[in-house]
């Protein structure tokens, strides 16, 4: 790594402005006090709030939320606010620039997904400050935005060259004379962030080149940075680029101790925060897929789906000739479906995509070795059900065993022997077809149950429904009595019913014909339903008849509640082809009295008021109380 000094440079670069520089400033000094700098960063009221909230998601779990500046420089610590000032201060400063190929709002975005990806991951391995981290991710790539600065025309011609997607370091240095990771970590040093955090910010795009000791903190940093970078990657993927991606974070995340549902919670959790976060910095902040969406495996298109018969096989093996023999012998002779990559990774990703139900793996590969893949696999949902068989020279009693704990179905011995190699995928095959087989069943018992359902619900509805007025039916309101009454026992509450019976309803239909008789029905139950109260229930008691339940309701409210419903089915004018048809009612009314000993006395109690209503000249209300009747009007 270079000091900032030794690069060569012919412009300015990006620095920190305004109050992030007067707390460069003070941090420098030795002497600095807590509250030197809180007097600072409250000069700026943002700078103030996306300190106390970073002070807060930080402090999770914490009885009080940090509401203070001060209190919040207390939690973050002087280094934490220093840097999370300067890297606020360069995302409000550069939100665009003279570099015309160079995406500044996608450059923000991904680095807020990387800062929020370090910060997750750092306080999940305890690996750093999980502060400390988000301001070292939202940095880690600040060497571009200084290159796109320094040089915007040079820079962005470069950003055009096809290969700046897999050289850009190359091509930077060909041209620059130095790259943007050397850049970045000159000016992380520079403003004062840790060796050791700079080194593994410098290596995190390539780890495997870091030279650090495998397991030490330093490789581990670069791993977290790497894996959080490559997080960040889904910002700028679009949907058809992103299962390369998925598998390979997968793996990824297996090397901080992350299995794929862990990771998923992880990332869904990180996207939320990114959008949120985005808001407060005005950084864009798409809207990925859940993780179960991203990571499961796409459609297969008709074309790629397996003829009958044939099974969709992927072959994993690092040496050429086996792999050869494999695809031989289960293409050209057993005509199957294959698919095949020549290491573990490679064979995740192709995972994704083909959907196989047959993975056949080399144990010993170099990065991710059978067992590896195998537990990759195993742990999705889809990997659960391919059959595994794991090729292998080492058939020891304890190696085949810990490769059965790891998931495999099966073992082969190499050389393979086609012989057995067909016996073998003759046990694979029933599998398969059991397997299909079970799950063809489970969807349709799944779509039988459904549509039993619904139409149990369509029956029941049915049962319960008079078709001509829609209202529930005899049944179902004396089942609503019956609930009504419990609850009136229950809570020691009033009931009433009313029971209405339309007057004279023979004539209409004697003078106008049944349907018009339908249509009156049909027109008084709406209007009944329409006065009745919310916890009123009405059903159609059969012919002309009605009747009313009303919870929480004494004699003296049902009186009138008789006479308002009687008093509007008066006023109801049945227009039917041209002419007005007016009806009226005679309603019986009834309330429980402590000596009725059930919802059928009390209905008894309605229907003779209701008899003496209509011998009384119908269209009233009448109630029958201790024997003695009274009617309105
Ligand atoms: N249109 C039609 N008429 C029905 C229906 N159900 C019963 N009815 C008729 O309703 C009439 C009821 O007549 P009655 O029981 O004599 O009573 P009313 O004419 O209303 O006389 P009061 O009740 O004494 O005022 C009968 O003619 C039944 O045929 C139906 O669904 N549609």
């Not at 301001?135 to 915007?152: E, F, H, K, M, N």
Request: glycine content about 6%; some cysteine; proline content about 4%.
């Amino acid at each position: 790594m270079k000091k900032l000094e030794l690069i060569p440079l012919s412009g300015e670069l990006p620095s920190p402005k305004g109050v992030a520089l007067a707390i460069l400033e003070l941090c420098r000094r030795d002497d600095t006090t807590l509250a030197e700098i809180a007097r600072v960063v409250q000069t700026d009221p943002a700078l103030s709030s996306r300190l106390i909230r970073q002070a807060n998601s930080a402090a999770q779990g914490a009885v009080r939320p940090i509401a203070s500046v001060v209190d919040a420089i207390g939690r973050l610590g002087i280094g934490t606010v220093r840097n999370l000032a300067m890297g606020f201060s360069l995302v409000d400063q550069y939100q665009n620039g003279p570099c015309a190929a160079f995406d500044y709002q996608a450059f923000w975005s991904h680095a807020l997904l990387m800062a929020l990806a370090a910060q997750s991951f750092g306080a999940m391995t305890k690996l750093g400050s999980s502060e400390e981290l988000f301001a070292c991710g939202l940095l880690a790539q600040v060497g571009r935005l200084s290159l796109a600065t320094v040089y915007p025309a040079a820079y962005s011609k470069l950003l055009q060259d096809p290969d700046a997607a897999h050289r850009l370091s190359a091509l930077e240095q060909e041209h620059l004379q130095t790259d943007h990771n050397e850049l970045s970590a000159a000016l992380l040093t520079e403003w004062g962030i840790p060796s050791t955090l700079v080194g593994p910010i410098y290596h995190h795009e390539h780890p495997e080149a870091s030279g650090f000791s495998p397991g030490s903190r330093p490789q581990q940093l670069t791993q977290l940075f790497h894996l959080a970078h490559r997080v960040a990657d889904l910002s700028l993927t679009t949907d058809g680029e992103r299962s390369h991606l998925i598998s390979e974070l997968m793996l990824l995340g297996g090397k901080i101790g992350l299995n794929a549902d862990e990771l998923g919670v992880t990332i869904d959790e990180l996207v939320r925060h990114w959008r949120e976060w985005g808001e407060l910095l005005r950084i864009p902040a798409s809207s990925l897929p859940p993780f179960a969406q991203m990571s499961s495996p796409q459609e297969l298109r008709p074309d790629e789906r397996s003829s009958a018969g044939a099974l969709r096989i992927l072959v994993v093996d690092d040496d050429p000739i086996t792999l050869t023999i494999l695809e031989t012998v289960l293409r050209n002779a057993l005509g199957h479906m294959v698919f095949s990559a020549s290491s573990g990774e490679e064979a995740l990703a192709l995972a994704v995509e083909c959907q196989p139900q047959i993975v056949i793996t080399d144990w010993l590969m170099p990065d991710l070795s059978g067992l590896e893949l195998t537990c990759a696999l195993r742990a999705t949902e889809w990997g659960q059900r391919i059959y595994l068989i794991m090729l292998t020279s080492l058939d020891t009693e304890e190696e085949v065993s810990e490769a059965f704990e790891a998931g495999i179905d099966d073992f082969l011995t190499k050389p393979v022997n086609a012989r057995i190699l067909r016996a073998r995928l003759r046990a694979a095959r029933h599998y398969v077809q059991l397997l299909d087989a079970w799950e063809r069943d489970r969807a349709q018992l799944k779509q039988f149950t459904a549509e039993l359902a619904i139409s149990n619900r369509r029956l029941e509805h049915v049962a319960m429904t008079d078709l001509l007025t829609s209202l529930p039916n005899r049944r179902a309101g004396m089942g609503a009595l019956e609930r009504a009454w419990a609850a009136s026992s229950r809570f020691e509450q009033a009931l009433s019913v009313l029971v209405l019976d339309i007057d004279h309803f023979k004539r209409v239909n004697d003078t106008y014909g049944h349907a018009v008789g339908d249509k009156v029905l049909i027109e008084v139950a709406q209007q009944i339903q329409r006065v009745a109260r919310k916890d009123d229930s009405v059903c159609r008691l059969g012919g002309e008849e009605f009747l009313m339940i009303c919870p929480n309701t004494d004699i003296k409210a049902a009186l009138l509640a008789a006479e308002r419903l009687r008093r509007t089915i008066e006023a109801l004018q049945i227009n039917v082809q041209g002419t007005v048809i007016r009806s009226t009612v005679s309603i019986g009314v009834a309330s429980r009295e402590p000596r009725m000993t059930d919802s059928d006395t009390l209905v008894n109690a309605a229907d003779r008021a209701l008899y003496r209503a209509k011998e009384a000249g119908r269209n009233r209300s009448c109630i029958i109380v201790q024997g003695r009747l009274r009617c309105l009007p």
